[in-house]
């Protein structure tokens, strides 16, 4: 049996279903096709769901073991229940993924369960359990996301070597966990069990962690993971993994093997692409396997789009979420755009660490010219009676004309203030536009204006 549709999505993760809602918004006949029964893709099943609701619930466990007893709380005998911590994880997923499948609904949007290929002229065969079925489309948009990659002699075993994936769920905590990649996974899962109570030791190949984000901030956030306990090893190239059921032996080039518990890969994520059937159609890929699409996010294939993670750039929901609005915007209006330089990012350790723009490093190889405003959560009112005092606020300016180039702040709820920075710069404001606004007190968005204004050495409070 066949159907016509305007548009079928493979993949329904925060880019596809979000282009899809948006597809049908524009009056298109729209299918999802997604091979797993929760909707939701990696963001909500295995990625920024379930990471922040176990982060959430260990900050809670360290605030009650560290942080009560100072302010006259007194509790006693506090431990973690894991298998009751991982229900309340679950829970969120499925009330997210029972929410996901209400708005399909809504939106009168069929959804197909099963592995979906193209096979060509608006093609798309749906592998589900009870059959193959084929629909056809006047275009289909590809959203089939990533998937955590390894290397050779570091896979992971199903069991004591894992990836995110499996460290969103292990039974048990380690007594010692090596974590593999010193970037965002290895940090927020680090942070996770390092609470629970592993022994953390994060490995990284580059001689500093979070590569990518400001240097100020990385060697900041370093400061601060260490005295909570977590262990770095820069500039160290792991060769080798292997696990005999009970322990593992991360093998390390040019020093002495680490024996531990557990391990944690977190080195990167990769296209999932496979069994898509993007050669039958024509449809090219770059040297890591990403889709190659056009500024209107077409592929080499007439009729078909792709979006989010499986064309790459930033590995970000949000990201997808952009794309596929903008895509299908484009599709039915003629207009649909995403401003990549203006993305922000939100890394979820405690402090948080948040950016958006430019970083000093990027700013200075290109020998643009700018100035600096910093100002300390020490310093913010709100931080002192909530106790938040660690980090700091810091804005960019053009020396020129003071247009906000890019912010990064490194601090409590880092990944809520960033979204004033990012509606200021979307339209364009100068540092004096920030400090001009005026900010509700006591808050600790008041150390963003603060910082603006000390892009002017005029801020009042340091
Ligand atoms: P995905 O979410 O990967 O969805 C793709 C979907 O396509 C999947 O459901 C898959 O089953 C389906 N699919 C694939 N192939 C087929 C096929 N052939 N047929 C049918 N279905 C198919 N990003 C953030 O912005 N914030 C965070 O806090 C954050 N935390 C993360 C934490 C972890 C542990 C991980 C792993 C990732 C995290 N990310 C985070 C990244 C984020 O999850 C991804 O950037 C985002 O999910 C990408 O969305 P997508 O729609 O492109 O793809
Ligand atoms: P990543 O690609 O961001 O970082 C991998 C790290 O591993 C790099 O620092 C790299 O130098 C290091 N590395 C690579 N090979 C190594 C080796 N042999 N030995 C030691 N170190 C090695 O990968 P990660 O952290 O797995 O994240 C994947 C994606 O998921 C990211 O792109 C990120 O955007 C997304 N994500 C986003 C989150 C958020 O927005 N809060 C949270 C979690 C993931």
């Known amino acids: 049996m066949s159907d016509l549709y305007d548009l079928i999505v493979i993949g329904a993760g925060p880019g596809g279903y979000v282009a899809a809602i948006r597809a049908a918004q524009l009056g298109m006949k729209t299918a999802v096709v997604e091979r797993e029964k929760k909707l939701g893709g990696t963001c909500l099943r295995v990625g920024c769901i379930p990471s922040k609701a176990l982060l959430e619930t260990t900050e809670l466990l360290e605030k009650s073991r560290h942080q009560f007893a100072e302010r006259g709380i007194i509790v006693h005998d506090v431990s973690i229940d894991l298998p009751k911590m991982m229900a309340h994880k679950d829970g969120v997923i499925a009330q997210l993924d029972g929410g996901i499948q209400g708005l399909l609904k809504k939106h009168r949007i069929d959804r197909h369960l099963g592995q979906g290929r193209l096979t060509g002229g608006g093609k798309v065969e749906v592998a589900g359990d009870t059959g193959i079925t084929i629909l056809d489309g006047k275009r289909i948009l590809i959203a089939t996301g990533s998937e955590s990659t390894s290397f050779p002699g570091m896979e992971p075993d199903g069991d004591r070597i894992g990836t995110s994936t499996e460290a969103l ?137 792709a979006i989010g993670d499986v064309i790459g750039g930033a590995m970000l929901a949000h990201k997808a979420e952009e794309e596929g609005v903008a895509c299908v915007e484009k599709l039915a209006t003629g207009h649909g755009h995403v401003n990549y330089a203006n993305i922000p990012g939100v890394i979820y350790t405690a402090p948080e660490i948040a950016s958006v723009g430019a970083t000093e490093d990027e700013l200075r190889e290109r020998g643009h010219e700018y100035r600096i405003g910093r100002f300390s959560f020490a310093a913010n009112g709100r931080a002192r009676a909530v106790g938040h005092m660690e980090g700091f606020v810091k804005i960019i300016a053009d020396a020129e004309n003071d247009r906000v180039l890019g912010v990064h702040i490194i601090g409590a709820h880092a990944g809520e203030l960033i979204a004033e920075a990012a509606v200021a710069m979307e339209f364009g404001a100068s540092s004096e536009d920030i400090a001009r606004c005026c900010h509700a007190h006591p808050t600790l968005a008041e150390a963003v204006r603060e910082a603006a204004l000390a892009v002017d050495k005029r801020a009042i409070h340091s």
Do not use: M
Request: with cysteine; hydrophobic share 35%; aromatic share 6%.
């Open 169 to 305: 769920s292990w039974p048990e905590v380690p007594d010692h966990l090596v974590v593999i990649g010193a970037r965002v996974i290895g940090l927020e899962l680090g942070t996770v069990w390092r609470r629970l109570g592993s022994k953390v030791s994060v490995l990284e190949y580059l001689p500093r962690i979070l590569p990518g984000t400001d240097s100020q901030i990385a060697h900041t956030a370093q400061k601060i993971l260490q005295q909570q306990g977590i262990d770095f090893h820069l500039g160290t190239k792991v060769k080798n993994v292997s696990s005999d059921g009970k322990s593992c032996r991360v093998e390390i080039d040019g020093s002495e093997p680490v024996d531990c518990d557990r391990v944690l890969i977190a080195v990167g994520r990769r296209p999932c692409t496979d069994h898509l059937g993007l050669d039958q159609v024509g449809i090219e890929t770059d040297q890591r396997g990403f889709v190659r699409v056009n500024s209107a996010y077409q592929t080499t294939a007439t009729g078909v789009y």
